[in-house]
């Protein structure tokens, strides 16, 4: 069974500083590693993707990937009170197959 | 505009009243996929289909019934629902081979609630 993990949190931290939200997969040949943001009560959005190890910067946001640790974290600098929402990690697995697999998310509040 | 349209969005029924709820995108994806969401448990898959007539099942697929006679639909049946498929499901597709490979496009969601 294919696994990613991530803490449930709520994560809080106050307006201005770097919010960082952490995700480790089980799958050491996992090719593809997407962030995804959802509000309370609206669908999943892309907001970042990522497949080479190092930083993908974004605006705001850096996604940072280490397949030897396999683990992805997504940071969120000068974070704002409209980024609180609870962060999606999702992986594709190995095998040529692209139907990710969702951690459970970790939710973030931004106070003012 | 591109998009995928899942109705109804919300939806109180009763149990083993069959109902279905329909997904239909717009951007020519061969994959398309069903999920629930409950609480603290994150987006369990429920089935898949890889094209037109090809459809698998996910991680919680009792309970639901699904078909992909035409790429652009993609309908969820519950057959006899029952109140634990109270939750909130989406629908999502892809583009098949493209990149990023993986990146879902997610319908606004159904609640439904089985009394």
């Known amino acids: 069974q294919k696994e990613v993990e991530q803490n449930s949190g709520p994560l809080s931290v106050p307006e201005g500083a770097i919010a960082s939200l952490n995700c480790t997969y089980s799958d050491r040949g996992s090719q593809s590693f997407f962030w995804y943001r959802q509000y309370s009560g609206k669908s999943p959005e892309l907001i970042m993707f990522i497949y080479s190890n190092g930083d993908k910067e974004d605006g705001r946001f850096t996604a940072q990937l280490n397949k030897a640790s396999q683990y992805v974290s997504l940071l969120i600098r000068d974070s704002q009170p409209s980024d609180s929402a609870t962060y999606l990690c999702a992986v594709s697995p190995s095998g040529g197959s692209y139907i990710p697999t969702f951690g459970r998310g970790t939710s973030l509040i931004v106070h003012p | 505009e591109a998009q995928v349209t899942q109705n109804p969005r919300y939806l109180i029924t009763v149990t083993g009243k069959k109902l279905t709820v329909t997904c239909s995108q717009n951007m020519n994806h061969e994959y398309m996929s069903w999920y629930r969401q409950d609480p603290g448990l994150g987006l369990r898959q429920i089935y898949y289909?890889?094209?037109?007539?090809?459809?698998d099942k996910g991680d919680v697929p009792e309970g639901y019934k699904v078909s992909r006679k035409e790429k652009r639909n993609f309908p969820l049946i519950l057959e006899s629902p029952s109140p634990n498929q109270t939750s909130l499901y989406f629908c999502?597709?892809?583009?098949?081979?493209?990149?990023?490979?993986?990146?879902?496009?997610f319908g606004e969601g159904s609640r439904l609630t089985v009394l």
């Open positions: 289909s890889m094209n037109v007539e090809v459809t």
């Open positions: 999502a597709s892809s583009f098949h081979g493209g990149a990023p490979a993986g990146e879902l496009f």
